[in-house]
């Protein structure tokens, strides 16, 4: 099922990269389509292979979440990047994912499925990319990197704001209890897994 989904989202993301350029300058459509496939196949490819090292076992999960990594890094420059360089950045985005994942889960964050992996870091990852391996010289690293800290400050006092009103007002948390006996049943009156019982001795 995951595996489809990833499938899924691949497809899509050549409407997504293709699109957004097609109404810029549809001339670079093509390289965009080439770059985009080239970045999610070295992602893919570069996790599993570092996943394989780092744990010794082949994980579908890494793999999956690598060519995703590789589509979010290659998004910001597609129609900048030489083939070559989307096979660069789309295997550093593929080798960053498994390092990601593991720090995530060390520091015990909540993110069952890489989402911060995939999205936050290689979308830095992406965005800082289009400063080093740009073909057009006005894509600086600094000016890539300074939007990158801009959209930091933003998005961590917005949260903050966001967060900080829900936790005083109608709270942001379930009670322990409701963890354990599963939301599902305090939520919608149903199991999502019915043969499923948390074993609490």
Not at 115 to 143: D, K, M, Q, R, Y
Not at 159 to 174: E, M, Q, W
């Amino acid at each position: 099922m995951a595996t489809a989904g990833v499938l899924i989202l691949w497809l899509g993301w050549f409407g997504f990269n293709g699109g957004s350029v097609l109404s810029a300058d549809p001339e670079l459509t093509s390289l965009t389509l080439v770059t985009t496939c080239l970045a999610a196949a070295a992602g893919g490819v570069v996790a599993a292979l570092v996943s394989f090292l780092k744990y010794k076992n082949l994980d579908l999960t890494m793999f999956l979440n690598g060519i995703l990594g590789g589509l979010v890094g290659i998004t910001a420059g597609a129609d900048v990047m030489t083939p070559e360089s989307a096979i660069i950045i789309g295997a550093i985005a593929g080798a960053l994912i498994v390092f990601a994942v593991a720090f995530i889960d060390a520091i015990k964050l909540d993110d069952p499925v890489g989402a911060i992996a995939v999205h936050l870091i290689c979308g830095i990852w992406g965005t800082l990319a289009v400063g080093i391996f740009s073909t057009n010289p006005e894509h600086t690293f600094l000016i890539q990197l300074t939007g990158v800290a801009c959209y930091a400050v933003f998005c961590l006092a917005t949260s903050f704001l966001i967060i900080f009103t829900l936790k005083k007002t109608v709270g942001i948390r379930v009670s322990e209890r409701e963890e354990l006996e599963g939301l599902d049943a305090h939520e919608h009156g149903m199991d999502a897994y019915p043969d499923f019982r948390l074993n609490e001795h």
